[in-house]
């Protein structure tokens, strides 16, 4: 029975896209986190290279200048100091030396790079120190300092600042980061269209079954059809199996109402069986009066209506009973004495079972409903109302027109529908047949008719204290 | 001691050689002639110190040394040592010791034994006159150069100031070149430099000497000369030396040289050649 109610698909991160776009989406953005993570430790071990490399670089620096400059220093000799970092200028690829400044023991200036800039004899404001030369590129820094204490002897006689331009460092990073990102990016879409094609090719089978399934009707896959590949050879072959299944329990189901209607029927047969019994002794009696006493007008008079009236109550219930038989296939309009028809019907079921039955049809006129698939279902509802409803206890059963639209409710007294059948008679569609008699076979009747004929079922609780199965049947909807 | 053993050798092969009675030339086998050049040249300029050993080792029939040194005292040291055969100096310390030294021949520039002493400043300077260059930086090149030094320190004499305040910091660059380059680059303000110097960079280095501008020219000064100590020389190297040097203008090889040197050539001065260089040097002494 579970498997009646469609479990409710949970909702997704990507709730309407085909699995031939999700899939490659899910490439990328695994792509996106791995590239992004990896270009992080590139990037941040880059960074640290770059940052070494920079210092022992000016380390070089400092450490080539310092012995030359040192006695130079001592002396306070200019031009000395100028000479030797006028020469080291062009020793030193890859450090960008904007201006070295060489201090004194007093912190002026004993000669620059650039002597405009910072002239002999000046005050040297020296910048403060950078305890993390390393970090700096990463930092946007686009300027370092150096310092290095001169020592002579044993004692510091001054020092060398160097301010060097660490904008190509920076540059460097940058275009580095850059082919990370381009990398990536080119790597991240070739993988997601590599996943879009594998993934496509892989779901043609899926896309052939629904394919098949969307048109309605299960058809199996031909043979001609089926692909050289084990894997969806399988997949087909199963899908015909289900399809061939599906149409196995089509039958039996089919097979197994109509016998239930038979089933149902007979019974009723039997409950008419006696209806025509009761007035045939009555008859027979009339009949004997009349042969006896045809003479008199009197009894005459008195006799004849009464075997009308018999026999014509004998012709509906063999009318009606036609009528049922007639089934599903009549499209007639529906008069008010289609419902009558069913009403007496029932009646030997209600009296079986010292049942009453609250009775309103609210038209007169034929509706433009069709009368056989309606009657049917109705007999259904009502039949399964009486079974549901104890011993003595009341139905209710109202035909009543309500906008474009006939309005049909059965209620009984019984334990009430339970959830999932409720479901499953409300839920649109034709619905999984039950393989099951009984009830339940009968509501599948009920719930195919008022898909074929385009009609709503609603359920409710009864004021009788069961269920309330309603009905509703577009008066468009006749085909007719 | 060098010249001990050096002396001590040549005797011995001076005995070797009039023991075999051979007839080659006395001074082939003799030890190298030693020239010390002071930075009054190019001496940065490994080519022509090459031509100029190659020259006068031609012209000599010696093997030549050059001995440069960083100082102008250096060489003047090795000249009265009696450390080389002979030296190119600067006039100033030639008159400083005019009493020991004499001179063997001094060069031909521009067709004169002259040249000038220059005060330059950077070429966008606005300074009109010497007095202008009061407080500045001021590069010499060598506290024993003529056109380097005294020139200047005897112009502010002459004014009744002295360099240490007339200036606000001086600085020796011990090269010509490198007063060009200190004043160029801004690390002086102004500058002593050689007029001779000065004016062959302005046609092998233009950017540098064109960095700069003339200030101030002196009168004709004598070229520094070639210079020899008698008292410790061999007169006959000496001898030598000064023909090799008067007659390099009538060698191809010579011509090569001096054509380097932007020389046309040397010749011999009267005795009063260096006068005005030394005047100068009486008035700092003075001072």
């Not at chain 1, 529906?334 to 010292?354: F, V």
């Not at chain 1, 479901?423 to 898909?451: D, F, K, M, Q």
């Not at chain 2, 110097?197 to 302005?202: N, S």
Request: charged share 20%.
């Amino acid at each position: 029975m579970r498997a009646l109610v469609l479990p409710l698909r949970p909702r997704r991160l990507l709730p309407r896209l085909p699995l031939t776009l999700r899939v490659p989406l899910v490439v990328a953005g695994l792509m996106v986190l791995v590239s992004v993570a990896v270009s992080e430790r590139a990037l941040s071990r880059f960074d640290a290279s770059q940052g070494r490399h920079f210092v022992e670089l000016g380390n070089a620096y400092l450490d080539g200048l310092a012995p030359a400059l040192a006695p130079a220093v001592v002396r306070e000799d200019p031009w000395e100091v100028f000479d030797v970092l006028d020469r080291s200028r062009g020793l030193y690829q890859g450090l960008e030396l904007l201006q070295t400044v060489v201090t004194g023991s007093d912190g002026r200036v004993i000669a620059a790079s650039d002597p405009r800039a910072t002239p002999v004899g000046s005050a040297f404001a020296a910048p403060p120190a950078r305890p993390d030369a390393a970090q700096l590129v990463a930092r946007g820094e686009t300027i370092a300092h150096l310092r290095r204490d001169l020592q002579h002897r044993g004692s510091t006689v001054g020092a060398i600042h160097a301010r060097v331009d660490i904008g190509p460092l920076k540059a460097e990073r940058d275009r580095v980061l850059w082919t990370l990102i381009l990398g990536n990016a080119v790597i991240t879409a070739a993988l997601s269209l590599l996943g879009y094609v594998a993934v496509t090719r892989m779901v043609r089978p899926l896309r052939t079954l629904s394919t098949r399934l969307a048109a309605g009707t299960a058809q199996p896959v031909p043979a001609a059809e089926m692909p050289g590949d084990a894997e969806t050879a399988r997949l087909y072959e199963g899908y015909n199996r289900l399809v061939a299944a599906l149409e196995s329990r089509e039958r039996l189901t089919r097979r197994l109402a109509e016998k239930e209607r038979l089933a149902a029927l007979g019974q009723l047969a039997s409950g008419m069986a006696h209806e025509i019994n009761n007035p045939l002794g009555g008859l027979t009696t009339a009949l004997d009066t009349l042969e006896a006493h045809g003479d008199g007008a009197e009894v005459r008079a008195r006799t004849i209506p009464l075997l009308r009236r018999g026999l014509e109550d004998i012709g509906r219930v063999v009318r009606t009973t036609l009528a049922s038989h007639r089934g599903a296939t009549d499209h007639r309009p529906l008069a008010p004495a289609d419902l009558e028809d069913l009403r007496i019907l029932l009646a030997p079921e209600l009296r079986l079972r010292g049942q009453s039955l609250d009775w309103h049809v609210g038209f007169e006129a034929p509706l433009p409903v069709p009368a056989g698939p309606l009657r049917q279902a109705l007999l259904n509802l009502l039949l399964n109302a009486a079974h549901a409803t104890p011993q003595g206890g009341r139905l209710g059963f109202s035909a009543v027109p309500a906008g474009r639209a006939l309005r049909l409710s059965v209620e009984d007294a019984g334990p009430g529908l339970s959830a999932e059948l409720a479901a499953y008679l409300t839920a649109a569609g034709s619905g999984e047949a039950p393989l099951r008699s009984g009830p339940h076979l009968g509501l599948w009747l009920v719930r195919s008719i008022a898909g074929e004929i385009g009609a709503r079922i609603e359920v409710a609780r009864s004021p009788l204290g069961g269920a309330q199965v309603v009905l509703i049947v577009p008066m468009e909807a006749t085909g007719a | 001691m060098a010249r001990h053993r050096g002396a001590t050798r040549r005797q011995a092969l001076v005995t070797l050689a009039g023991a075999a009675g051979l007839a080659m030339p006395a001074l082939a086998q003799q030890r190298p002639f030693l020239l010390a050049l002071t930075p009054v040249l190019m001496t940065s300029d490994l080519d022509l110190l090459g031509l100029l050993r190659g020259y006068l080792s031609a012209a000599l029939g010696l093997p030549v040394q050059l001995a440069t040194r960083r100082s102008y005292q250096d060489v003047t040291v090795l000249v009265l040592g009696g450390k080389v055969d002979a030296a190119w100096v600067c006039g100033y310390p030639y008159v400083m010791h005019r009493d020991l030294l004499e001179v063997v021949a001094v060069p031909l520039w521009r067709g004169a034994p002259l040249y000038e002493a220059y005060l330059i400043v950077e070429r966008g300077a606005a300074a009109r006159d010497w007095s202008d260059l009061e407080g500045d930086m001021h590069a010499f090149s060598d506290p024993d150069s003529n056109s380097g030094y005294l020139v200047t320190a005897a112009l502010l004499a002459q004014q009744g100031r002295r360099v240490e305040s007339f200036f606000r910091g001086t600085m020796f660059t011990y090269e010509h070149r490198n007063v060009v380059r200190a004043v160029a680059s801004g690390l002086a303000q102004s500058g002593s430099v050689d007029g001779y110097i000065w004016e062959v960079m302005a046609e092998t280095e233009p950017d540098l000497a064109e960095a700069t501008r003339v200030l101030r020219r002196s009168e004709p000064l004598g070229f520094p000369p070639v210079v020899v100590n008698p008292g410790m020389a061999d007169p006959g190297r000496s001898a030598a030396l000064r023909g090799a040097l008067l007659s390099m203008a009538a060698d191809p090889a010579g011509r090569a040289l001096l054509a380097e040197l932007r020389l046309d050539g040397f010749t011999e001065v009267p005795g009063g050649h260096f006068d005005s260089i030394a005047a100068r040097a009486t008035l700092l002494r003075q001072l």
